[in-house]
Structures are given as C-alpha cells and as structure tokens.
C-alpha cells in the first residue's frame, strides 16, 4: 500500500517540482501545471497521463485507476487508489508524469539512481 507520503518522498526531490496546497489538496507542480493532485481524504492521486493510452490503462487494471471527472477528461489525466498502488508502479507513474510538464533537457537529464544532491 502506498500513500501520500511515500509519494512525496519520490516527487519531492524531483527537479523544478514543487508542492502546494489549493482547496485542501495536495498538489505538485513544474512551474504553474500541476502533474500529481491527491483526493482530500489523500485515498485517491490524479496524475499527468497521456489520453490517447488511458483507456488501456484503466481497462487492463479497473481495480487501480479510474477516469478523472467528466470536466477533467478533456485532460492528459487518470485517477489511481493509492492503496492498490505498488511503490514500484507509483514511482514509475509519478515520474513518467512529471517527465510529461518539464522541458525534455531537464527530462532527459535526470538520472532517477543518482542522489537527490545530485539532481539539477
């Protein structure tokens, strides 16, 4: 089971990201796009995704991820129940969604085994 924290842990450190508080939820962001956004009761993560390969992801595994809100749909986003997480599959999906907000030199230089001091 993964949760908030164990999130925070991977997004955090990540370059340019940053989190905020809006309406009583967490969110990260690059810059002024956010990438990661929790339900307010922290069961639930949004997260930056590609739409054209969301039904696939939410097809093959239904009991993680859900659509985002009817309004959201027009949006590179999915929804996934933190508790149905891996740490694995969490840290895959936190930063394949914020590689998607930075600029692809910053992507392309980050290297996820090097110690956070050593990021840009």
């Known amino acids: 089971m993964v949760t908030i924290d164990d999130v925070r842990a991977v997004a955090a450190p ?3 990201s940053y989190e905020v508080v809006v309406g009583g939820r967490v969110k990260f962001r690059v810059g002024r796009i956010v990438y ?3 339900s307010r009761d922290e069961t639930l993560m949004g997260f930056a995704f590609p739409k054209e390969e969301r039904e696939w992801l939410i097809g ?3 009991e993680k991820f859900l659509h985002p809100s009817r309004s959201d749909l027009r949006y590179h986003w999915v ?3 933190l508790a149905a997480l891996e740490e694995k599959e969490m840290r ?4 394949d969604a ?4 930075v600029p692809k030199s ?4 980050y290297d996820p085994d090097a110690a956070p001091s050593s990021q840009s």
């Open 14 to 16: 990540l370059p340019r």
């Open 36 to 38: 990661l956004s929790f």
């Open 60 to 62: 093959g595994s239904p």
């Open 79 to 81: 929804l996934a129940r």
């Open 92 to 95: 895959e999906l936190v930063v």
């Open 98 to 101: 914020w590689r998607m907000v």
């Open 106 to 109: 910053v992507a392309a230089a």
